[in-house]
């Protein structure tokens, strides 16, 4: 027996008020998928390279979000094995100052993780979705000298209700398992199928980032396609003790990672299953065995009796 899951989410990133850049904004996004009653989650970080001279940056998300929903995890970067973990790279804090900034050294270069606050982030409704607004004119004079990094966390509800939807079916007999298919297609900047407000905004020829870096961690019980997968991996527990969200509880967590990149939009396809024993069907089998069995041995001694006479 085979349930499916589906869900189609389009996400944009844009600026406007530019001048010419050096080099577009990294994007990185993170899912974490809630298995069972667990909830799913969507981090989505940012790197903007110096001497950038981007105004605002704009970020389309397609569920309701207020600003109280934003979950900033800025003070996560100040442990050293977090920031190692994220960026795979050997990173040192050198500075923080409290609500200000984070300053990270690596590969020579020095680099500043800031509060959404900084950047003065403002929620607006879009349709059944939302926009999130970075204003980078608020440091524009960190940006002449340093790279700037924010990241920041949002629940994922689509994802939350499929993993928790319980089928009718699941207590049918036709099979012993319970196959559920899970599908993920996440769309960025594909014009088709954006709201017509989020659109009109959007240059299908301009190159709004430079690479795109998609991961995905979930429970070990559901099993990903990685036919295109870039890099897969066992979550390092301890190392992200201080950065997986409160509500994550699941252990043995598989890392699957994908990477995009010289590409003005992209989209991720990301097929998953679960198979689990379906023990109404065991329940009804034994049973079936069972009366099978008192059947026959009802069967044998009646003919033995009926030999005997």
């Not at 940056?57 to 934003?70: A, C, G, K, N, T």
């Not at 088709?192 to 980032?209: M, Q």
């Not at 379906?278 to 041995?297: C, E, H, P, R």
Request: hydrophobic share 40%; with cysteine.
């Amino acid at each position: 027996m085979i349930n499916y899951g589906y869900v189609d989410s389009d996400f944009a990133f844009w600026y406007k008020n530019a001048t010419l850049n050096l080099r577009q904004p990294d994007i990185h996004l993170n899912l974490w998928v809630g298995y069972n009653n667990e909830s799913s989650f969507i981090d989505i970080g940012i790197r903007f390279y110096k001497e950038m001279k981007i105004r605002k940056y704009f970020v389309y998300v397609p569920f309701e979000v207020s600003l109280s929903d934003v979950e900033d995890l800025f003070e996560t970067f100040s442990y050293e094995d977090v920031v190692q973990g994220i960026f795979n790279k050997t990173c040192e804090v050198i500075r923080k100052v409290s609500g200000e900034y984070i300053e990270l050294s690596y590969d020579g270069e020095k680099e500043k993780i800031l509060p959404l606050s900084q950047l003065g982030i403002t929620v607006s409704r879009c349709g059944q979705g939302s926009i999130l607004c970075l204003n980078l004119k608020n440091i524009k004079f960190l940006l002449k000298t340093t790279n700037i990094y924010v990241r920041w966390r949002l629940s994922y509800l689509a994802l939350s209700r499929i993993m928790k939807k319980r089928q009718l079916r699941d207590f049918s007999i036709d099979s012993p398992y319970i196959m559920s298919n899970y599908r993920y297609f996440f769309k960025i900047n594909e014009i088709r199928s954006l709201p017509l407000d989020v659109k009109g905004k959007i240059n299908s020829n301009t190159k709004y980032f430079d690479k795109i870096v998609m991961i995905l961690v979930n429970n070990n019980k559901i099993e990903i396609n990685t036919e295109n997968c870039y890099k897969i991996r066992v979550l390092e527990e301890e190392q992200f003790k201080n950065y997986k969200p409160n509500k994550y509880t699941g252990s043995n967590s598989n890392v699957y990672q994908w990477h995009i990149s010289n590409s003005n939009s992209c989209n991720f396809l990301i097929e998953a299953q679960l198979r689990k024993i379906n023990w109404f069907s065991v329940l009804i089998y034994f049973l079936i065995i069972l009366m099978t069995g008192l059947f026959t041995d009802g069967l044998f001694e009646c003919i033995k009796d009926y030999i005997l006479k």
